[in-house]
């Protein structure tokens, strides 16, 4: 007999979620997906002057800021078909790379690792048998007796006090927990030592951008970010090397503790790699723009069909048409009026709320579509499309990572391993060390275009009378997100953002085939429906983030639903 699961709302994440799963002998059969928020950030927008746009849609999300000012002036630029000067191009790239460590960092020890670590147990663990552990895994400086018996006295004084505070609400002793007390124990100290270091890489952000969240230094047309060696009140060359200060400190932490504790995981918890499979379309737009015209790129992109890494194709610059051409979102099964499928430039946003219905209207989110099929994206679409374009950093972290997992769990791990639950934490580990290298690059074509007498940061922007339409794209570190605009006689007409989790948590699309989050989930055991920790680990192995992934308000004012706050 079938068994309903109702996980409302979905915790450790960004935004309101609703997952809804039917269990039958053990395993989900059917799932549903469902946005349970609003916002209105594209009606805001409406009549506004292009060049503000960035300024409103980073304000979508308190986590995904940065992101959505990048892809907004992109979209404005690929409007009027603006040149970007190659400083500004280096010093987006550097706040691009710096917000996606830390965004990885903060995944997985801050929002999923306790999906996967017992913290009771860890209570349990020997420190010193734990630091050999450590010294065992990685050559990590802290992973010391003193820093682990101090990380377990911390751990032991919240639980002696009753309140458990960020550790609260956790499955603890739940049968799908399989790390031995000293594993426990070693993860719980490298989450207290990425506090420090997730802190330490955002300074990078909020050095270039004037503050984090919510950046200030971008424009339509390049950043603000004056440069003059000479001058103490702009970008200087002291601030510039305390940034490779701060880069060349994170390293170490990503190499030795991040990618470890994720191949420690993948092969703890090897039986996950058959798991959470779902979506295996894949997309991912290049990014890291190397000239002032969008069209070579320090990290390639592209579309991966139904898994098969040789039918890859590659998206190739920030006027691709295959891109361009291929992104639709459809509303069957959204909060919208009507049933249809548009592309971005011709939607709109008129709010119809029926309640949740299983086979009707069940979520804010809409369905996007690439090439007329649902799409996964995020770490692991982009690692495997940066894999399949012959991408060598990717390769050897890729293989380095599978290695590390291959000699732990003592059996050969390939690279269809990835194409699981687990396997999204190892690419957003892979990916993260690709970041890590990828902004030293762009630390030092800075200082070298600096150094050829290089000053320029901004191409001003004009406005022709008539329509103009544009799209900008950015791999974020959820997946791809794109921004769409019309402007017509220098004011939005229309404006669209399709975002990360908009195509993983999006519902059924207008052909009834599943979203990533949903299809995931079919085939996953439940060892008890009551306590689904199961659908919480493939849930957010895709680090949610539904605050952006909602398109919704009522021009009218008239109340849509009401919300009670406890």
């Known amino acids: 007999m079938s068994e309903r699961i109702v996980i409302d709302p979905v915790t450790r994440i960004e935004g309101h979620l609703r997952i809804e799963c039917e269990v039958d002998q053990g395993k989900v059969v059917k799932a549903w997906s469902s946005g349970t928020m609003w916002r209105g950030i594209e009606l805001i927008l409406k009549d506004r002057d292009p060049r503000e746009a960035w300024i409103y849609t980073q304000r979508i999300c308190g986590v995904c800021t940065t992101v959505h000012a990048i892809a907004s002036v992109r979209a404005v630029e690929n409007a009027l078909a603006l040149e970007i000067p190659l400083n500004a191009q280096y010093i987006r790239n550097m706040l691009i790379t710096a917000h996606g460590i830390f965004d990885h960092i903060v995944h997985f020890y801050h929002l999923s690792a306790l999906d996967w670590v017992d913290l009771v147990s860890a209570l349990k663990g020997d420190p010193r048998a734990t630091a050999a552990l450590g010294q065992k895994l990685s050559g990590w400086h802290r992973n010391s007796y003193e820093e682990i018996k101090a990380s377990q006295e911390k751990l032991q004084a919240l639980v002696d006090s009753g309140q458990l505070g960020i550790y609260g609400s956790g499955y603890w002793g739940h049968q799908a ?129 139904d898994g098969d890494i040789s039918k890859f194709q590659e998206i190739k610059s920030f006027q691709d048409t295959f891109f361009r051409d291929g992104v639709k979102e459809g509303i069957k099964h959204s909060y919208y009026d009507g049933d249809w499928t548009k592309h971005p430039w011709e939607e709109e946003t008129v709010p119809k709320f029926t309640g949740f219905q299983d086979d009707g209207k069940y979520s804010w989110v809409k369905s996007p579509t690439f090439q007329g099929k649902p799409a996964q994206v995020g770490p692991l679409a982009n690692v495997l499309c940066m894999y399949a374009a012959g991408h060598e950093p990717t390769k050897k972290y890729a293989t380095a990572m599978l290695n590390a997992v291959s000699s732990l769990a003592g059996t050969k791990v390939g690279l269809g391993a990835l194409h699981s639950t687990i396997g999204r934490h190892a690419a957003r580990a892979i990916r993260c060390a690709l970041l890590h290298d990828a902004l030293g690059r762009q630390w030092q074509l800075l200082i070298d275009n600096i150094g050829r007498g290089d000053y320029a940061t901004f191409n001003p922007p004009t406005f022709p009378k008539g329509e103009q339409r544009g799209f900008g794209f950015h791999e974020a570190p959820r997946g791809t997100l794109s921004h769409w605009v019309v402007i017509q006689d220098g004011k939005i007409k229309n404006y669209q953002c399709v975002v990360p989790s908009t195509w993983n948590a999006g519902p059924r699309n207008g052909d009834d085939a599943m979203g990533p989050y949903e299809a995931s989930l079919v085939g996953t055991p439940i060892a008890d429906p009551k306590k689904p920790l199961e659908v919480l680990r493939t849930i957010h192995s895709f680090d949610p983030c539904l605050a952006c992934a909602i398109h919704l308000v009522d021009g009218d004012r008239q109340e849509i639903s009401r919300v009670k706050v406890l």
Do not use: C
């Open 177 to 305: 927990m399989k790390l031995a007390p000293e594993v426990n124990l070693l993860a719980a100290t490298h989450y207290l030592q990425a506090l420090e270091y997730q802190r330490s890489i955002n300074q990078v952000v909020a050095i270039l951008g004037s503050k984090t969240p919510h950046i200030q230094n971008l424009a339509v047309g390049g950043v603000s970010n004056p440069i003059n060696p000479n001058s103490q009140s702009t970008l200087t060359m002291e601030r510039l090397f305390y940034i490779k200060t701060l880069i060349d400190e994170i390293g170490a932490f990503i190499h030795d503790v991040y990618m470890k504790d994720v191949a420690a995981v993948g092969a703890f918890y090897a039986d996950w790699t058959g798991i959470g499979a779902g979506v295996t379309s894949y997309l991912a737009v290049p990014d890291l723009p190397m000239n002032s015209t969008g069209t070579t790129f320090d990290l390639p992109g592209g579309y991966i069909p």
